[in-house]
């Protein structure tokens, strides 16, 4: 009997050690050690416990198996997400991966869904998963990894041939647009970017097919390779975006001035404009910083510094005797805010100055994009005491109603009517321009005066304030008072 129980006990730890689920020394190195000298008592007991042990890790492992394909599975087109092809990139051994190229191929999807639907949309993404699941051959991977983006990760090649294989796709793929046949087609591009040995993050070799992405879209071109230069300048202004804040905090920010003048040459005060001291890069103008504060939410801080040194430099000129004004311009973002009229008035409040003698620049966006807000906060800032001028007439789209209903004192015509100015037509727009802003009993400032017969047009048309190169530079505010004690800038300047 005894050896009965023996024979049936060890036939059930072979089954189990077979399926992998005891004898935990089998896969160990030197001799295996026997059941006796692990000291198991085979009772009954034992090898049902084993028996529920190994079932529960069988159906355990299952489960976690259906929930990683699961979790790594696009809902929709049933292809892989995110998840999934940062998996299989991890899997890569580095030899292969080094010989890989990752290719993004999007569309807007939002566009789509704004013109067709979510069910059209719906329908291409599946379109171009089939698509994509014919071209994607062994040892090869694809998946949804955004909106309307996919991921592929092939071999490298030389680029022709990756060329003519990413042509070939966005042709395939860019036939489903065309047979909609309505007013908007959805187009692919594709960026690739061919990895290189010392790249390990998915991320990362994500983004770089991105930017080949996004250049291929701004360049209206089918694709483009991601290059190295491409990456170090994502870098670069990736480091200045999050330097922004830091920046205003640390007064790396200084505030320039170019001049105004009347018609007969005196100075009437000047335009704020901004200047970042970079300590690596050196002085920055607005063009490159000013679309990356409005990106990264911090132009209303640069608006306020720039404001607040204004206040200041106001009140320093009052203590001379100066009586001179200065234009401060906001971006759309700060002047549509709800605390835009308590922080003007928290730091006007801290200066000694004319009140009067601080134009609040606007622009014909802001009033565009945000008419009633900024309708409330212009009103607000005549209240404050503060003049009002609209920047850039006649580049936009500013209605005679908002000449009519909004509180402004001064018209900034933009410098491309005066350049335009050279014919009858030309000239005859520029001056009705002054005209109206006369008879709405508004004052005219023309920009971009660089010529002294565009000096000597403006004067015969009556407008009342000229500024430009013509006439003073963009100087630093410390320069500008070496100017002040001159009588006039005729245009010798």
């Known amino acids: 009997m005894k050896q009965h129980h023996s024979g049936r006990s060890c036939a059930i730890l072979w089954a189990l050690a077979l399926a992998g689920v005891l004898c ?38 299952k489960y976690k198996a259906a929930e990683q394909q699961e979790d790594e599975s696009d809902p929709l087109t049933g292809m892989g997400n995110r998840k999934y092809f940062l998996h299989r990139f991890n899997e890569l051994p580095d030899q292969i991966r080094s010989q890989t190229c990752i290719a993004l191929v999007a569309f807007d999807l939002s566009r789509v869904n704004q013109y067709y639907g979510k069910s059209e949309a719906d329908k291409l993404l599946l379109f171009v998963a089939q698509e994509l699941s014919q071209t994607v051959t062994a040892g090869q991977f694809a998946a949804r990894v955004s909106g309307g983006g996919f991921a592929v990760a092939r071999p490298t090649g030389s680029e022709e041939e990756l060329g003519a294989w990413a042509q070939s796709l966005l042709n395939q793929l860019n036939q489903y647009g065309e047979r909609l046949g309505q007013g908007y087609h959805p187009k ?40 190295p230069e491409m990456l170090q300048r994502a870098n670069e202004v990736l480091e200045m975006k999050k330097r922004t804040l830091v920046a205003v905090q640390n007064r790396e920010f200084h505030m320039f001035l170019q001049l105004i003048v009347r018609q007969d040459g005196s100075i009437m005060g000047g335009e704020a404009l901004s200047r970042w001291e ?14 990356l504060m409005e990106s990264e939410k911090t132009i209303s801080a640069l608006d306020l510094y720039i404001f607040e040194e204004t206040c200041k430099q106001l009140e320093l000129w009052q203590s001379q005797g100066r009586n001179l004004k200065i234009s401060c311009n906001f971006t759309r973002t700060t002047i549509s805010g709800d605390d835009f009229i308590p922080q003007l008035q928290k730091i006007s409040e801290k200066y000694n100055f004319d009140h009067s003698n601080l134009i609040i620049e606007i622009t014909e966006a802001t ?36 000449l009519r209903d909004y509180p402004i004192d001064i018209v900034k015509i933009d410098r491309s009517v005066l350049t335009a100015a050279v014919d009858h037509r030309g000239a005859a727009l520029l001056s009705g321009m002054i005209a109206l802003a006369h008879s709405l009993g508004m004052e005219a400032l023309c920009e971009g005066v660089e010529t002294a017969e565009q000096a000597e047009l403006l004067r015969g048309l009556g407008c009342d304030y000229l500024q430009g190169f013509y006439f003073c530079k963009v100087l630093p505010k410390e320069e500008v008072e070496k100017l002040l004690d001159l009588r006039d800038l005729s245009g010798k300047g």
Not at 31 to 55: D, F, Q
Not at 203 to 214: C, D, P, Q, T
Not at 282 to 290: R, V
């Open 24 to 61: 935990p020394c089998a896969h160990a190195a030197g001799p295996v050690a026997t059941w006796s000298e692990l000291g198991v008592a085979l009772t009954a007991e034992t090898v049902v416990i084993v028996l529920l042990t190994a079932s529960m890790a069988v159906l355990w492992g």
């Open 188 to 227: 692919f591009h594709m960026g690739i970017y061919p990895l290189q040995p010392t790249d390990r993050d998915c991320e990362s070799a994500l983004f770089s097919a991105h930017l080949g992405f996004r250049q291929a879209v701004g360049d209206n071109l089918p694709y483009t390779f991601s290059r």
């Open 278 to 291: 970079h300590p690596q890069k050196g002085l920055l103008y607005p063009g490159s910083y000013i679309a």
């Open 367 to 402: 009033m565009e994009k945000s008419k009633e807000a900024a309708f409330a906060n212009i009103s607000k800032c005549k209240d404050l005491g503060f003049q009002v001028a609209l920047d850039d007439a006649g580049y936009g789209y500013t209605s005679f109603a908002d």
